[in-house]
């Protein structure tokens, strides 16, 4: 015999994981099912698993193994077959499996041969994987019953075709597809107890995992309170009804009335211990009470599976095209003006999948790669690698997380886009690589096109000029690989591959040494084009970035900025890439040429001056930082002092984009390395938005200034630079600012957030919430501040000061009413919540807490305290990168997450209640929790953002009205 008869294997060494050979694997114990295992494989096959481990367990294999022979023979086997003769044991039938196979796959499924895991129409495991995020650690299905649907005996014809009667709930209990990567404890080894762990990780894993439904929705203790909790949970209508639209496993474990008979008859020992309890409703006076429930309803959603497929062409019959997926690989660093042109550009020529790897943004790189997710396969990972070997470790990394999904895998630059000379095209090209392991495709540098500010438009359709082909770093080349042959990586460039290493028009590269070919670059098929460069604002804004791996100075700017060659071939996706720019929606913020330096020749101050000052007065000193010449000169000089500072007015609060700061050039450069920027309306309260101390000089005007800049503006009439130390000098050549001169208005008319902020008579702390509000906040979809003011007094200047709508009551009419005659005048989607005694200290909520508002119907609000300032309002779960977290119920009885504190929520979650004031005549402190209780009662829960926070209360002992 040609099957494998199992044995126990040793747990493996979890460190030895290679690659795995399997995207997606099953695996699954057979016991009487020889009749019904060719519609189980061949549905599995079709629905895209690679591949099946089978373990029979019947007493004589013969039989079975006959039935599945065509599934294990041939070049790609589908099955691996394997004998278990000793009855129910599938602890150790599966134990086996993770001993000997679970280095080979990515994802497992543990399923029985009974069950049929329904996905959307036309969607297989992978395209159904795809829509959650690459953190997933394991994706669970609930299970729908069903029964015999009238067959006294086993009917002819297939299982989804014949039985089409199921109970009407879903049925508590799971299976799910996992990581392989996770499936690590020695509890698996363990059988002295039973764990059931191919129905739930979470009691036996020995790493936290993140798991997660069909739906998205997190199962962190949904198996607490077994049975009655989680049937409670899975059958609450809305969640039920998206259940059954989205994915469910249909479990037809009473395939004709004899079956139930036959449960017991196959054995009751090991795992089959409980299958006596069906010979007992068989033979019960309830039997004819359990066909009524398991055949209730009339379920039709897999009978037409076969004819479907069949009708569309089988995967493997001639007419049906040859589909191969395609992805393309980036490592980003703040990428924020740029990235969503390139990623726009990588839809439209043709890749299937972007692939991020986020390599430490401080702007909204992550957060615009995101707006893509609606309508392509985006995905945004962090990437942790630092270093010369930084971009190495990444691809690595890659290729063991992907490199099963995609028959090719491009790995480029956020600066590189690839561009084929009509009438070829990726897909049509790649087609003709049959035989080649990977593809190098040279660069083709592009220049500034003569322009120094950053330009309105796209990158392909404003620089249109580039360098000779003979120019040297032309023979650069950038890969597209197939993941299966890659051995090995050689640098950004290139690749250790088992097999042709190619150009486009599928001629054997000549190396000169690795990513360099040795001859002159080839672009009779395609090119690689390079920005560079850019505009030489851009060129300075790449060297503020840096580089882990090497060194670059603002005068390779003249090496690399070639323009002899006009080249517009990249125009012709412009229309398509503008167009997948606009759908998803991405925030088009002004061009960079649109603003001045607005601090040029604006008073300026110090904290004092000293021998080494230029004027005898701080303010006549200050002001030579701002005189507009950058010559690396000290142009002021405080004295030695705890942190000295510097600030300038600009005469009026105003949107500030960006602020470049010019060290010296001189011996005292090294003095000017910690150091905070701030901002401020009034001169008296600064929002803090840099706080450098890595110990790190700023380089002077040779070697780049510093620069900040931000997906949204800063706000403020006075910035300042403190340098950060007990005792030190500050000095510095310049500094410009650049935004607009005239009053800024930050909201836009079709924006879907409102701001609603209650205030009662601390004027002081609502300004502080203001200002650190406007500080902080990145997310451009504001359509309205609104102030709705509770008190007797007038915070009409402030609200004026910050843009903010006010609202008077004019009297204390309470917190509930405020917020009610505030919501009347909402008209967005969002509301983001605060009252007027917090100050923010990070960016990037709304748009954080959007995205969950988004992904999780059942969250009523995201909190942005840090962990360990919720009031001891404890977390039922934390994820495992810190990133997020959910509010435990019934903490103190009363809570169950619902506040007023800072959070974004649905307006059309408070209409499900509102008005407060209306349903809860009381005191807010007293409406709270009751809200709470109310929300919890409703199927709603609570989410916090990461570990950190984002926000902090400074109104303790200032109780309202005070």
């Known amino acids: 015999m040609f099957y494998d008869h199992c044995k126990m294997h040793p747990s493996p060494d979890p460190g030895l994981m290679t690659r795995p050979k399997y995207r997606y694997a099953l695996v699954a114990c057979a016991r009487w099912e020889t009749r019904y295992i060719t519609e189980w494989l061949t549905y599995y096959s079709a629905l895209g698993y690679d591949h099946v481990y089978l373990y029979c367990n019947d007493d004589d294999p013969v039989e079975l193994y006959r039935q599945v022979l065509p599934f294990v023979t041939g070049a790609l086997p589908f099955v691996t077959f394997r004998h278990y003769p000793q009855q129910g044991a599938q602890p150790q039938m599966y134990a086996d499996f993770l001993a000997r196979n679970r280095a080979d796959c990515e994802w497992v499924s543990f399923l029985d041969v009974d069950e049929f895991l329904r996905l959307p129409p036309g969607q297989s495991i992978g395209d159904f994987m795809a829509r959650f995020s690459p953190d997933i650690d394991c994706v669970m299905f609930n299970l729908i019953y069903f029964?015999?649907?009238?067959?006294?005996?086993?009917?002819?014809?297939?299982?989804?075709?014949?039985?089409?009667?199921?109970?009407?709930?879903?049925?508590?209990?799971?299976?799910?597809?996992?990581?392989?990567?996770?499936?690590?404890?020695?509890?698996?080894?363990?059988?002295?107890?039973?764990?059931?762990?191919?129905?739930?990780?979470?009691?036996?894993?020995?790493i936290a995992l993140k798991t997660v439904n069909a739906l998205g929705e997190t199962m962190d203790g949904y198996y607490d309170g077994f049975p009655d909790r989680p049937t409670q949970f899975v059958n609450e209508p809305a969640r039920k009804q998206a259940l059954f639209s989205t994915a469910i496993i249909h479990h037809y474990a009473f395939r004709s009335e004899a079956h139930f008979m036959q449960r017991y008859e196959r054995g009751i020992e090991g795992s089959f211990r409980r299958q006596s309890m069906w010979k007992d409703v068989y033979e019960g006076d309830g039997f004819a009470a359990f066909l009524a429930k398991v055949n209730a309803v009339q379920d039709t959603s897999l009978a037409n599976f076969w004819p479907e497929l069949s009708k569309?062409?089988?995967?493997?019959?001639?007419?049906?095209?040859?589909?191969?997926?395609?992805?393309?690989?980036?490592?980003?660093?703040?990428?924020?003006?740029?990235?969503?042109e390139w990623i726009a550009y990588q839809f439209a020529v043709g890749f299937d999948s972007v692939i991020l790897f986020d390599n430490g943004s401080t702007d909204a790189t992550a957060a615009i790669a995101l707006k893509f997710a609606a309508k392509h396969d985006i995905r945004v990972l962090n990437s942790r690698y630092t270093g010369e070997d930084y971009q190495k470790s990444t691809y690595r990394d890659a290729l063991q997380r992907f490199g099963a999904e995609f028959t090719w895998m491009a790995f480029f630059d956020a600066d590189e886009f690839l561009v084929f000379t009509p009438p070829n095209s990726l897909r049509a090209c790649l087609a003709t690589h049959t035989k080649t392991a990977a593809i190098a495709v040279n660069w083709a540098i592009f220049g500034s096109s003569g322009q120094r500010e950053r330009p309105d438009g796209l990158t392909i359709a404003t620089y249109t000029h580039r360098g000779e082909p003979a120019f040297g770093p032309n023979k650069h080349v950038k890969s597209i690989v197939r993941p299966e042959y890659v051995q090995g990586i050689l640098n950004g460039h290139s690749f250790q591959v088992n097999g042709p290493y190619r150009n486009l028009s599928g001629e054997e590269i000549s190396w000169d040494s690795p990513g360099i070919i040795a001859d002159l670059p080839d672009y009779q098929t395609g090119k690689l084009h390079h920005y560079f460069t850019r505009s030489w604002a851009d060129w300075q804004a790449k060297i503020q970035r840096g580089y882990p791996d090497l060194q670059r100075n603002l005068?390779?700017?003249d090496i690399y900025d070639r323009n002899e060659i006009a080249d517009g071939s990249a125009w012709t996706l412009a229309p398509m890439v503008q167009r997948l720019i606009d759908e998803s929606k991405i925030f088009d913020r002004p061009a960079q040429q649109a603003y001045r330096n607005i601090a040029r020749g604006q008073p300026a101050t110090q904290s004092s001056v000293c021998e080494w000052s230029y004027g005898p007065t701080v303010e006549q000193d200050a002001a030579g930082a701002v005189n507009g010449r950058v010559d690396g000169t000290r142009k002021f000089h405080t004295g030695f002092e705890a942190n000295p500072w510097w600030q300038v007015d600009l005469g009026q609060p105003t949107t500030i984009r960006q602020i470049k700061i010019f060290n010296t050039t001189e011996e005292t450069a090294f003095r000017f390395r910690n150091f905070s920027l701030g901002v401020s309306i009034d001169g008296e309260f600064w929002a803090e938005i840099v706080r450098k101390e890595d110990d790190v000089t700023v380089g002077g005007y040779d070697t780049a200034p510093f620069i900040w800049e931000s997906a949204a503006p800063a706000w403020g009439r006075y910035v300042r630079i403190t340098a950060l130390g007990e005792n030190c000098y500050l000095h510095l050549d310049q500094v410009e600012i650049y935004g607009n001169d005239e009053r800024p208005i930050a909201e836009t008319t079709d924006g879907d957030t409102t701001v609603v902020i209650t205030s009662c008579n601390r004027h002081d702390l609502l300004e502080k919430t203001l200002a650190s509000f406007r500080a902080y906040n990145s997310y451009p979809g504001i359509k309205d501040i609104i102030v709705v003011e509770d008190g007797e007094a007038d915070p009409s200047a402030i609200c004026a000061l910050y843009g903010a709508k006010l609202i008077?009551?004019?009297?204390?009419?309470?917190?509930?009413?405020?917020?009610?005659?505030?919501?009347?005048?909402?008209?967005?989607?969002?509301?983001?919540?605060?009252?007027?005694?917090?100050?923010?200290?990070?960016?990037?909520?709304?748009?954080?807490?959007?995205?969950?508002?988004?992904?999780?119907?059942?969250?009523?609000?995201?909190?942005?305290?840090?962990?360990?300032?919720?009031?001891?309002?404890?977390?039922?779960?934390?994820?495992r990168d810190k990133t997020f977290g959910v509010l435990a119920f019934d903490y103190s009885e009363t809570w169950h997450g619902f506040t007023f504190n800072p959070s974004l929520r649905r307006k059309s979650d408070y209409d499900i209640v509102g008005p407060f004031s209306k349903e809860f005549n009381q005191r807010a402190d007293l409406a709270e929790p009751a809200l709470s209780g109310l929300y919890r009662h409703l199927g709603f829960r609570a989410v916090i953002l990461d570990e950190t926070g984002y926000v902090q209360h400074t109104g303790w002992h200032r109780h309202v009205g005070s």
């Not at 062409?313 to 980036?330: E, H, L, N, T, Y």
């Open 555 to 557: 005068s390779d700017f």
């Open 147 to 206: 029964g015999p649907n009238g067959h006294k005996t086993p009917p002819d014809g297939p299982v989804l075709e014949t039985l089409t009667a199921r109970e009407a709930d879903i049925h508590c209990l799971t299976k799910y597809c996992a990581r392989a990567a996770c499936l690590t404890s020695p509890k698996f080894f363990d059988f002295s107890e039973e764990h059931w762990y191919w129905h739930t990780l979470h009691y036996i894993t020995n």
């Open 808 to 879: 008077r009551l004019n009297a204390r009419k309470g917190q509930l009413y405020a917020i009610d005659t505030a919501y009347s005048h909402v008209t967005t989607p969002y509301i983001f919540h605060c009252e007027d005694d917090w100050e923010f200290y990070r960016g990037g909520f709304i748009e954080r807490s959007r995205a969950i508002l988004e992904q999780d119907p059942s969250c009523i609000c995201v909190w942005l305290r840090a962990w360990s300032d919720t009031n001891g309002h404890p977390l039922s779960f934390r994820s």
């Open 312 to 340: 569309n062409g089988w995967p493997d019959s001639p007419q049906a095209m040859p589909r191969f997926k395609i992805a393309c690989v980036a490592v980003v660093k703040d990428e924020a003006h740029h990235i969503a």
